[in-house]
């Protein structure tokens, strides 16, 4: 299975979230720069967190424009999974793979912490490893991370179980609208999340609670 | 051409740098103030020389990039003195 990771510049976290594809595939991914016009057939794309050409204009808006990006949407459009964490999930509402759009946090802080995290839905080709509503830890760092789609949008996410992770009762960090902190397409294939998976999935680091996320989308495509 | 953009946040979209901008007018004495909402300015310098054509091209450039239609209004100001 060949797995990619976007590296714009300004991403971080890009090398962590190599580290576990290759902990859950056994070989290290394929690390793309932005400027690439092309990319190898892929199943599996992650966009990374970070803070992509400096968030101008809106954060991920340049990122969504950039070359290496019109081969994901394509690749994406033909069936290959896409993960966007944090700015890689701002990145996939730029540019149209999914609705609605990551405003700035409600409290107007930068927000760096561990978070509850409910697995809204444990059934999508990322979650199936979770048990459905289990709660699990992973940390968010960001600063525009405030889910915000009008109600037309998010009453069609929850009608087609397309929120995949929410914040635990209290513990929403940003302000999102129905305390969203993950969303997929309707195919379960393409899923954005505030939350960084690859910063808690070795006990080195706290804990494991993001590993299953890799080792679950990587047997989906196996 | 010179071309001037206001990009504004789209009525019942929560602004919270607004918001933060009119508390903080409130504690320097200022009274009065309803409400505040901050958008952004983009100014683009045109070779084009017809205006509609110039028009057309800055709405594709408010879709495409400089604004989120999901969140945000455009509003095109073309300057033809030049």
Redesign the interface.
Known sequence: MQAAVIVFPGSNCDRDVAVCLEAATGTAPLMAWHGDAALPDCDLIVLPGGFSYGDYLRCGSMAANSPIMREVVAQAHKGAAVLGICNGFQILTECGLLPGVLMQNTGLNFVCRDTRLKVSNAQNAFTHLYQQDEEIIIPVAHNEGNYFADEATLAGLQEHQQIAFTYGAGDNPNGACLDIAGITDRSGKILGMMPHPERRAEAALGGEDGKRLFTGIVESLA | MKAIINITLKSG??D??GK?IENALGQLGFTGVNGVRQGKLIEIDLSETDAAKAEASLTDMCE???A?T??ENYDIQLDKSE
């Open positions: 979209v929560l919270p740098q933060a495409q990039l400089l989120n999901v969140i």
